[in-house]
């Protein structure tokens, strides 16, 4: 693909699209972690004596309604203070005509409100493409979705190109999925083993360990013989968690089971936590987190690995009694020499919770992109950037 850093900008007009669906709260963002990840490609353009624009999506809007709620608002205001000079707030930028200086960066109003935006229609594409004479995708959390100002656009503006934050994103998970080095291990936490179906299977033909923890693991313990009591299980995919540990087996990998848990009898903050040998929960018992020998065991795992990918918490960490699984963990993907990966929502929260920010080698910005990319799958946006490029 053709990246932002090898253009030059100088006078041109440059829309942005960027993923800047963050938290906001009471009209305050309370998490600019996505802010901070897309200011390299704004501030790069600034640089440059561009005329600027940025859109991003925020929450899931209605289409042609527009609300305080959805406005991008307190994202302008967020990066107004890093910039450190006022950042105008377009609305109805796609049928209002707007100017742009050169060295001026304006926020284009949430593009999920724009007729056409969501099913990706041609003619709003084409007005967007109009806006610019280079077009940025630097979204990767909204790459896996093909909506106008995340994949149309790029058929129709003069230059599409990705920016910083999206060569970066692109540029760490191939590196750890698709020319790993190995040992590569990949933890996929979740409560449920029908969301994650097809990353596990995907991710099972390629890393020499599995480990599933959360709700997902319940069902593998059951594969695996084992009684899990009244734990959140998925019955019905029993027989398939059996056949992915087989298909790994045969080659040589494998799927970590817990050889002890914590258990309680209500999903409640304040409930104890009792350890368990695996092999003895009771049918009135729920297991809220892996134990302290399989803690360590997957410690082991971890520090002997090159690459390790970390998609989801090993237990209920919210709760601290039953956090010291995801915590371990946590601890030596913090330390260990491999080339660490970690993306999702949970993910991030036990990173921040652990205190191991900058111990990771790449967090991604993205959920459900991070996830299409574990799958295997192609994203819309990104392919359409290739086929720009010829
Ligand atoms: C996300 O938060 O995962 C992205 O911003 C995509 O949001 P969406 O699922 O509403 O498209």
């Known amino acids: 693909v053709i990246k932002l850093i090898d253009l030059d900008l100088k006078g041109k007009r440059i829309f942005i699209r960027a993923d800047l669906n963050v938290p906001v709260k009471d009209g305050k963002v309370t998490s600019d972690a996505r802010i901070t990840a897309s200011m390299a490609t704004i501030n790069h353009c600034l640089k440059q004596g561009a005329k600027v624009m940025v859109t991003s999506h925020l ?30 707030l377009i609305k109805d930028w796609v049928e209002n005509g707007f100017e742009v200086a050169e060295g001026e960066l304006v926020v284009l109003e949430n593009c999920r409100i724009n007729k056409g935006e969501k099913k990706n229609v041609d003619e709003t594409a084409q007005k967007y493409a109009k806006l610019c004479d280079v077009f940025v995708m630097d979204a990767f959390g ?80 059951k594969a695996a013989g084992k009684n899990t009591g009244k734990s959140l299980c998925e ?120 205190g191991i920010y900058d111990k990771i080698s790449y967090i991604s910005t993205a959920g459900g992109a991070f996830l299409e990319f574990l799958e295997g799958k192609k994203l819309p946006a990104v392919e359409i950037l290739e086929q720009r490029a010829g």
């Open 142 to 221: 909204t790459a896996h979705r093909a909506e106008a100002s995340t994949h149309g656009i790029a058929k129709y503006a003069p230059i599409a190109c990705a920016g910083i934050l999206l060569t970066e994103e692109l540029d760490a998970l191939t590196k750890a999925l698709l020319n790993p080095a190995r040992p590569m291990v990949a933890i996929v936490g979740g409560s449920k083993v029908s969301t994650k179906l097809t990353v596990l299977e995907s991710l099972s033909e390629k890393v020499d360990q599995m480990v599933v923890g959360g709700g997902i693991a319940n069902t593998f313990l």
């Open 59 to 88: 929450g899931r809007p209605e289409e042609g309604v527009w609300s305080e709620e959805n406005s991008l608002k307190p994202v302008a205001e967020n990066i107004a203070a890093r910039l450190g000079k006022p950042v105008r």
């Open 235 to 354: 019955d019905d995919l029993v027989p398939t968690a059996r056949a992915l540990m087989d298909k790994m087996a045969k080659r040589h990998a494998s799927i970590p089971i817990a050889v002890d848990v914590v258990v309680g009898k209500k999903f409640e903050a304040n409930e104890p936590a009792i350890l368990k040998d695996a092999d003895s929960v009771a049918d009135d018992e729920m297991i809220f987190d892996i134990g302290p020998k399989s803690a360590q065991e997957l410690a082991d795992i971890i520090m002997k690995a090159g690459t390790v990918v970390w998609n989801g918490p090993v237990g209920v960490f919210e709760f601290d009694q039953f956090g010291t699984g995801t915590k371990t963990i946590a601890m030596a993907i913090a330390d260990t020499k491999a080339f660490t990966l970690a993306g999702g929502g949970d993910t991030i929260a036990a990173i921040q919770k652990y």
